[in-house]
RNA sequence: CUGGGUGUGGCGCAGCUGGUAGCGCGCUACCUUGGGGUGGUAGAGGCCGCAAGUUCAAGUCUUGUCACUCAGACCA
């Protein structure tokens, strides 16, 4: 990045303030402005377009895995929310209440759902009553608000767009599985449709969602060192189950207690992917939920037969992929820099010149690269330059994840790390939550973010107390 | 919640010890423009966050208040 040169002015370089690039880089590729309340923001038509793109193809994948759509009520009865102790301790601090409805107080204050766990349980209770209604694989595509002290746009914000999926389960063990399976999809779907690497695993004890026994996260690592948490999938037992007195009849004429699911990913991605994939010029786009995958420039339009070949070339690709032919009269220059800005994956330049030749300009996003390609072959060409888009920078996340990757066997070294390298830091723990508050102390923020599915063997004690060790936690910064 | 910063045309800002509200970008019209934000001419656009106070006079001083923002704490 810091050997590319800089073309847009208005963009701060991320090695001057990573923040204030992060925010340049919202505002100027049109994705989402501020809006009169606090921590709520506009997501503009090229930021939706993206979210409609993630929607589209998470949506395949749960339906693919049998899941089905539904609408839960945004409002939450205030007894309802306190149905389950854990849930509620979790959850209190940052809800909005309803507590007028049109003049009157009333009767009960209704919770803006931070979350739809109860809603879900309560309908589950109506429905479920034999193992032939099992198991329940629903999912919705909602709003939800947790009154959060610090937002950011995207990585953080008061209201967000997400999905939360809610399944019942017969056995424990199917249930278990589809905690498995679900993060399994948001990993493959970070990977192939993002271009995503993250490390996976499972959450300590007290990084828990409220209410669940087990809590699987992935977790991608940004420009600067500080991970994210890219989606959670949690298995809950059958505590919400006997709290909402959820039951059902099973095969053998016994009265049992579902075993139930939940999981999640939010607009969110959508920061992930700036701070994944950006650069000083703006957003760089995954071909896959890029709004527009080709933006197809016109030099000196003017001339005659310029728009005509641009239009008959736009109407080839738009065919097989997303393309925005720009006939503004704004500048050649100022159309580059615009698409760059908001990280187009491919620009394709179509001039007097290349007419006679019978070729164009094709230029990648990412390496900036001028390459010229004959007419004929087109869509081929463009499906290989858009391959090679993604192919790029997946690799340069997965080496930005590598080059973060540290590892501390001792007390001394992981403080030093967590001062001088941001980044991971993998390390033995004993499993007591002792240490797990004082290193967060000690280090100004290091918590853990999961204990991976495959752990190495770094020592036999634990990095902060010495004690034998459990577990080899991966550590780190969050958003 | 704690601490810092900022509120002045759409955006970014200047405005000194009070005295006729300015600049850049953007916007509109016309001309110009061949490969990285083209150049020019003309024009439109402001209760100076809000409320009190001091003063002949407040963008400027005082007090209060609200909002945004950054850094912490909190974050299922």
Redesign the pocket.
Known sequence: MANEKK?????TSMDVD???WY?DVVK?AELAD?S????CMIIRPYGYAIWENIQADLDARFKRLGHENVYMPMFIPESLLQREKDHVE??A??CAVVTIGGQNKLAERLIVR??SETLFCEHYKNIIHSYRDLPKLYNQWCN?V?W??????FL?TSEFLWQEGHTMHETEAEAREETQRMLKCYEDFYRETLAIPAVTGR?TEK??????LE?YTIEPMMHNGVAL?GG?S?YFGDGFAKAFDITYTDRDNKVCYPHQTSWGVSTRMIGALIMTHGDD??LILPPAVAPIQVAL?P??Q??EGVLEKAREIKDILSAKFRVKLDDS??????????Y??KGVPL?L???????ENNS??L?SRVS?E?T?VSLDNIVEEVEKALRAVYDEIYARAENNLKEKMNIATSYEEFLDIAENRPGFIKAMWCGDSECEDKL??ET??V?SRCIPFVEEKLSDVCVCCGKPAKHMVVWGR??
Request: hydrophobic share 25%; proline share 5%.
């Open positions: 073309m847009v002015e208005q963009i990573f923040a204030q925010t100027k501020y009169g309340v606090k921590g979790g959850f601090p940052e931070p979350t939800v947790r959060e002290k610090t937002t950011r746009p953080r959450k990084e828990k969602f409220a209410g669940a809590t948490q959670t949690h010029n703006g420039i030099v000196a003017h001339k009269d704004y500048s050649t220059g100022w159309k580059f820099s615009q760059e800005m620009r330049e179509i001039g007097p010149r290349d007419i164009c300009v230029v900036r001028k010229f967060k102390d100004g923020g918590k969050q958003y």
